[in-house]
């Protein structure tokens, strides 16, 4: 499952801005998260689970700010919303 959202990123201090993706991609127990690469950081990649809709990092056994809704969205904990690419 993929989810994306597009992300306007510069236009300060004389910077051209840019549209950015943010994506979370999930494969076989593996979640990889972009956000990070805004920053010119590499993906964050974790073992992950769905609990009660919410998706836990195993590896710190911690929230990871995310919440699956209906299959088709991912909603975080500032209120973003990534929606499902097939």
Same mark, same amino acid.
């Given at each position: 499952?993929?989810?994306? $959202?597009? =992300? &306007?990123? %510069?236009?300060?201090? %004389?910077? +051209?801005?840019? &549209? $950015?993706?943010?994506?979370?991609?999930? !494969? $076989?127990? *593996?979640?990889?998260?972009?956000? @990070?690469?805004?920053? %010119? @950081? +590499? +993906? /964050? #990649?974790?073992?992950?689970? *769905?609990?009660? #809709?919410?998706? *836990?990092?195993?590896?710190?056994? !911690? /929230?990871?700010?995310? /919440?699956?809704?209906?299959?088709?969205?991912? *909603?975080?904990? &500032?209120?973003? =919303?990534? /929606? $499902? =690419?097939?």
């Amino acid at each position: 499952m993929k989810f994306c $959202r597009f =992300v &306007t990123t %510069g236009g300060l201090f %004389g910077q +051209p801005a840019k &549209t $950015r993706t943010h994506c979370l991609l999930f !494969e $076989r127990g *593996i979640a990889h998260d972009n956000a @990070n690469t805004f920053f %010119g @950081n +590499p +993906p /964050e #990649s974790f073992t992950y689970d *769905i609990q009660d #809709s919410k998706i *836990i990092n195993i590896d710190t056994n !911690e /929230e990871t700010g995310y /919440e699956l809704k209906n299959d088709t969205l991912i *909603i975080t904990k &500032t209120g973003a =919303v990534l /929606e $499902r =690419v097939k």
